[in-house]
């Protein structure tokens, strides 16, 4: 089974500042899919970003990019110049390739607090 | 408006008290699924559908039960609830079960106490 680990639970950046959260997965699988939501304190879960693991080149939304290390099975979110709108609980989670359930397997979460 | 409403939002009941909660979507969605998330575990799927009448266990099935008679609707049913389902409830769906790159739609999440 598919595990994500994300290894903090709390961070905290500078208005206009750069952060990386940092992901972890473990897999057997060669072909699968990682995204990273985004959880505001209205408890909607966004989307901000999502990597094909055959596509070697890091995927990219504005402010917010990926570094996709598959070797290593890592997956970060860089956030870019960031705002108070920022400000929530991230997930990374990872999809199987195969089809069929397409269950998102998640990590525990970071809880990401900007400071004006 | 392209969305996946549940119901109730907030919901407090007692030990035992069958309950339902509805999700519904509005997009011609084949597959919705329903996850918990509590703090520290992240989010974990209960059951899943693919389409009408098709529907499979998830990583955390006991104690819940679906059904999909409709490709739209996707309720999750507590027919005995005790305080460990105490959560976050999530109802998710997306174009279809063929894997890929679809993007899974979520609805607003139910906050769920059972006393």
């Known amino acids: 089974a598919q595990t994500v680990t994300q290894s903090q639970p709390e961070m905290s950046v500078q208005e206009a500042e750069t952060v990386t959260l940092s992901c972890t997965y473990d897999?057997?699988?060669?072909?699968?899919?990682l995204f990273w939501y985004k959880q505001p304190p209205s408890r909607q879960m966004i989307l901000v970003i999502r990597?094909?693991?055959?596509?070697?080149q890091n995927a990219t939304e504005n402010r917010f990019s990926v570094n996709f290390q598959k070797a290593a099975k890592s997956f970060s979110l860089k956030i870019s110049d960031s705002q108070l709108g920022d400000a929530a609980m991230y997930f990374c989670a990872y999809r199987s390739f195969d089809f069929g359930n397409e269950k998102l397997t998640f990590g525990t979460g970071t809880r990401l607090t900007i400071i004006p | 408006e392209a969305q996946v409403t549940q119901n109730p939002r907030y919901l407090i009941t007692v030990t035992g008290k069958k309950l339902t909660v509805t999700c519904s979507q509005n997009m011609n969605h084949e597959y919705m699924s329903w996850y918990r998330q509590d703090p520290g575990l992240g989010l974990r799927q209960i059951y899943y559908?693919?389409?009408?009448?098709?529907?499979d266990k998830g990583d955390v099935p006991e104690g819940y039960k679906v059904s999909r008679k409709e490709k739209r609707n996707f309720p999750l049913i507590l027919e005995s609830p005790s305080p460990n389902q105490t959560s976050l409830y999530f109802c998710a769906s997306s174009p279809d079960g063929a894997g890929g790159y679809n993007e899974q739609f979520f609805g607003p999440g139910t906050r769920l106490t059972v006393l």
């Open positions: 990597q094909e693991a055959y596509k070697q």
């Open positions: 897999t057997s699988e060669s072909d699968y899919y």
């Open positions: 559908s693919m389409n009408v009448e098709v529907t």
